[in-house]
Antibody, heavy 118, light 103 residues
Framework: EVQLVESGGGLVQPGGSLRLSCAAS????????MHWVRQAPGKGLVWVSRINNDGDNTRYADSVKGRFTVSRDNAKNTLYLQMNSLRAEDTAVYYC???????????WGQGTTVTVSS | DIQMTQSPSSLSASIGDRVTISCRASQSISNYLSWFQQKPGKAPKLLIYGASSLQSGVPLRFSGSGSGTDFTLTISSLQPEDFATYYC??????FGGGTRVEI
C-alpha cells in the first residue's frame, strides 16, 4: 500500500524549533519529488516547500523562506521539515505529499499538527 | 507569483444538482491545474490533474475543463458524499482559497 505517515508535530513556544518527519512506503521513494503543505485552523491549503528526487534542489514559500529547511534521507525513505524561529502564524496541520510528474500531488499523508503558543 | 482565485467561496446545493466551481489564475498556467476534495479532518484527495484528466478511482460525475487562466470543476449530479471543500492548485504550487459545498 502506498503510504505517507507524518510525525513530529506538537506544542512549541514562539521562537522555538521543531522537526517534522514523513515516512514513505509502498512506492519507489527516490523516483518522486516531495512536498509539504500546511493548513491553519479553519483556513485553506498553503504550499510550503518541495524537494527534488536527489535532495539537491529545494524551494520554499516566501512565508517560511530562511526559517524552514526541507530535506530527505533516501536510504530511510523519509522526508523532513526543519522548522526554526517558529511564529504563531505557523500553527497548522502539516501534510507531506508525493509529487508525481504526471499526476501532480497524488498521495498525501494524514497530517501532523503544529501549535506555536506560549 | 501566480495567484489562484476560486469562486464562489461557498455554495449551497441539493442532491442531484449540477455544481460548477471556477478557478482563475493571475497568468497563464497552460493546463498545470489540479483539483482536490477535502472533507473535515481529512487529507486532501486528488480529483483532477492536467486540468481535465480524472484521477484513477474518482467517479465520472467529476470533470474538469479549461486552460490558460480559466478553469472549471463540474460535478454533474451531486451526491451526499460530495459535500466537502474543493481546492484548485497550480500544479505543485499555489492553491486557490477553496469552495465549500454545503447542503
Amino acid at each position: 500500500e502506498v503510504q505517507l505517515v507524518e510525525s513530529g508535530g506538537g506544542l512549541v513556544q514562539p521562537g522555538g524549533s521543531l522537526r517534522l518527519s514523513c515516512a514513505a512506503s509502498g512506492f519507489t521513494y527516490t523516483s518522486y519529488w516531495m512536498h509539504w503543505v500546511r493548513q491553519a485552523p479553519g483556513k485553506g491549503l498553503v504550499w510550503v516547500s518541495r524537494i527534488n528526487n536527489d535532495g539537491d534542489n529545494t524551494r520554499y514559500a516566501d512565508s517560511v523562506k530562511g526559517r524552514f529547511t526541507v530535506s530527505r534521507d533516501n536510504a530511510k525513505n523519509t522526508l523532513y521539515l526543519q522548522m526554526n524561529s517558529l511564529r504563531a502564524e505557523d500553527t497548522a496541520v502539516y501534510y507531506c505529499a508525493r509529487g508525481d510528474a504526471r499526476f501532480g500531488m497524488d498521495v498525501w499523508g494524514q497530517g501532523t499538527t503544529v501549535t506555536v503558543s506560549s | 507569483d501566480i495567484q489562484m482565485t476560486q469562486s464562489p467561496s461557498s455554495l449551497s446545493a441539493s442532491i442531484g444538482d449540477r455544481v460548477t466551481i471556477s478557478c482563475r489564475a493571475s497568468q497563464s498556467i497552460s493546463n498545470y491545474l489540479s483539483w482536490f476534495q477535502q472533507k473535515p479532518g481529512k487529507a486532501p484527495k486528488l480529483l483532477i490533474y492536467g486540468a481535465s484528466s480524472l484521477q484513477s478511482g474518482v467517479p465520472l460525475r467529476f470533470s474538469g475543463s479549461g486552460s490558460g487562466t480559466d478553469f472549471t470543476l463540474t460535478i454533474s449530479s451531486l451526491q451526499p458524499e460530495d459535500f466537502a471543500t474543493y481546492y484548485c492548485q497550480q500544479t505543485y504550487s499555489t492553491f486557490g482559497g477553496g469552495t465549500r459545498v454545503e447542503i
